[in-house]
């Protein structure tokens, strides 16, 4: 199994009083290692990167790093809209001793091929860690093709793709293009089974904040072979699943986690707590799990 596969969270940043909750946020990371989550990615969309400080950021990964113990992964997301700020945060998450980063493709920019080239490659020659790449069209603006994709794959230290076009074709195109010498990940928990069915090799989730031990749950039983219990329980996830994106993500999973009392709910502006018909839902779905 290579580093960055199986089960890994993309990890919420805890608030309290517009601050981060440091103990919120070690307890969290417990939990997700008593869970079974194979690696944690702080500072994320989910982490609500682009509403954090460098010196909360800086702090947000070395409690992480600390709290971890070299027992699992940890990649940091450390992509922006500018290349030469996502070089200046991969640089910070590279002195706390992260093990890879994440970085998404510019968004708002909206650069061309070209561009995300340009831009990959400066950030890697820079700060050259393990380095998955992040495609997010949804909230981006741009979709990175896969001729782009082939391109980087040959730089040495980039060694996989979130992939978070929600079009399984994709991930099936990437497969059949790099086999299994370049990591694929879901980055939509909707399409956890079918992106490994067409031969990814995990997921980046976010559900996984909240239920750790049933996402690495679906995961290992596909890679046990138990196809038949890995679509029950992408079944018995879906109610979750789609509870935790009926508004802009992270806010129901906040709420989520603020219901089963592993943090508050807080979110900064201008993302806010879910409505009411979202919470109802949300709440639906973690009793229907056994999480409340």
């Known amino acids: 199994m290579g580093m960055f596969e199986g089960a890994l969270t993309a990890l919420v940043t805890p608030l309290r009083d517009d601050r981060v909750d440091e103990a919120a946020l070690r307890a969290i990371v417990a939990d997700q290692i008593d869970g079974g989550i194979d690696g944690i990615v702080p500072c994320g969309t989910t982490g609500e990167s682009v509403n954090l400080s460098a010196a909360e950021y800086t702090r947000v990964l070395e409690i992480v790093k600390s709290e971890t113990r070299g027992r699992v992964p940890v990649i940091a997301g450390s992509g922006s809209a500018s290349t030469k700020h996502t070089i200046e945060l991969s640089e910070i998450a590279r002195r706390v001793g992260v093990d890879g980063l994440l970085v998404v493709v510019p968004y708002y920019n909206k650069p061309t091929q070209e561009g995300m080239f340009q831009h990959y490659t400066a950030v890697a020659r820079a700060v050259p860690l393990p380095t998955l790449l ?70 980046i989730s976010v559900a996984s904040n909240v239920a750790p031990k049933e996402v690495s749950k679906l995961v290992d039983l596909f890679r046990a072979g138990d196809l038949l219990a890995a679509r029950k329980q992408h079944q018995r996830l879906r109610a979750l699943v789609e509870a935790m994106f009926l508004e802009t993500s992270p806010g129901p999973v906040k709420a989520a986690m603020a219901m089963r009392g592993l943090m508050t709910g807080e979110i900064r502006l201008p993302m806010v707590t879910p409505g009411e018909a979202t919470l109802a839902r949300v709440r639906a779905a973690l009793a229907e799990l056994g999480l409340l």
């Open 134 to 203: 992040y495609n997010i069209p949804g909230r981006t603006g741009v979709d990175m093709a896969l001729s782009t994709l082939q391109r980087l794959a040959d730089v040495k230290s980039i060694v996989g793709v979130k992939e978070s076009t929600g079009n399984v074709l994709r991930s099936s195109d990437i497969a059949a293009v790099f086999g299994d010498r370049f990591t694929i990940l879901s980055g939509d928990d909707a399409l956890t089974l079918p992106v490994m069915a067409v031969g990814g090799h995990g997921v």
